[in-house]
């Protein structure tokens, strides 16, 4: 059996892959393969392990033999799941395993944020570290302040354990629908989007892209958060409107940010966002460390032999087409 991967993986997945006797090949170029490029690699292969593309309806069509599609992240936003699900195609993803290490990222950009941080590091690198000024680069307390969660799951819930133990934050959530296991676990209080907004000192979104969530943090959105406010976002980027973002900030409606992702991705090096002191930006780094990407792609691989196996995906995104 034949897997094709879209982008060099840790040797961990690869190692699961080995073992279980598959034929691999990896796309090793710094670059997307476009969707012609993929359709045709996939003649060959009967599992695709895809990382970075879009997997949309012309792929998916060209490619109905395939027999899984396991992505190497928790999020599926890039993939027509309507369309893999009509196809039969069960599509996996990696939950769970980089919950840790992707609220420990928005913990950082929380934290950069509130200090002028990178900014701050970069007056060094420019030689403007001249003298100390009292009332210079006055970043913002977090004890004692409150972290409003939107999208509480399981990477909100490591966001906010982090937050209350380090500056004994008081949590809330929106959600859809209340988690009340978190909120006994966490002590965190369920509230409106509305109240989230006007109660939150620092907003952290950990919610997936949707149609519903799409620009979601808006002009009219950012109105209704403090002044003082941090908002963090290390989802995805189309969840915030980038140019009301960056007016938003300009004229002070809301104090900082912290972004993990942005829209597009990469940034262009002249975004106003890179230069503002208080805003704290990472290239998409979140689950970024040796054991996070080792867990995620022998997630990837395990979902891999189950489907290649006809087996039920360990971690399947589309489970309506097991009936
Ligand atoms: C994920 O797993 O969804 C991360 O954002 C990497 O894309």
């Known amino acids: 059996m034949n897997v094709f991967i879209t982008r060099v993986i840790p040797q961990a997945g690869l190692e699961l892959l080995n ?7 990896q796309w090793t170029e710094k670059r997307k393969l ?8 996939c003649k060959w292969a009967d599992a695709l392990l895809s990382a970075g593309q879009q997997l949309g309806t012309e792929f998916l069509e060209a490619s109905a ?10 999020g599926y936003d890039n993939v027509d799941i309507d369309t893999a699900t009509r196809l039969k195609i069960p599509v996996g993803n990696t939950p769970g395993v980089l919950s840790g290490a992707t609220a420990d990222t928005a913990f950082l950009l929380m934290m950069a944020a509130a200090r002028n941080a990178f900014y701050m590091h970069k007056t060094i690198i420019n030689s403007e570290w001249d003298f100390f000024e009292p009332t ?16 509480l799951g399981k990477i909100g819930i490591e966001m906010a354990k982090r937050c209350a133990g380090a500056f004994g934050m008081k949590i809330i959530y929106h959600n859809r629908k209340r988690h009340e296991e978190a909120e006994q676990e966490l002590g965190a209080a369920y509230v409106t989007f509305e109240e989230l907004l006007q109660q939150s000192d620092v907003i952290s979104v950990h919610t997936a892209l949707t149609p519903e969530t ?7 959105v950012f109105k209704q958060m403090k002044s003082s406010a941090i908002f963090v976002n290390t989802a995805r980027g189309k969840i915030h409107n980038e140019e009301d973002l960056i007016s938003a900030l300009k004229n002070k409606v809301i104090w900082g940010a912290g972004l993990d992702v ?30 996070t990407r080792d867990a995620m792609a022998k997630l990837a ?7 290649l196996k006809g087996e039920k995906l360990p971690f399947a995104v589309n489970t309506e087409i097991y009936g």
């Open 301 to 307: 691989a395990e979902n891999i032999i189950a489907g």
């Open 136 to 151: 210079a680069n006055l970043g913002k307390e977090l004890t004692g302040g409150t972290l409003g969660i939107f999208g």
């Open 262 to 291: 942005t829209n597009p991705e990469p940034m262009l090096a002249g975004n106003p966002l890179l230069s503002m002191p208080n805003v704290a930006v990472l290239p998409h780094i979140g689950s970024a460390t040796e054991s």
């Open 19 to 25: 073992a279980a006797g598959f034929t691999v090949k």
């Open 214 to 220: 799409e620009g979601k943090f808006n002009a009219e």
């Open 34 to 41: 476009t969707t012609e490029e993929l359709i045709a690699e």
């Open 65 to 74: 033999h395939l027999k899984v599609i396991a992505l190497n992240s928790v």
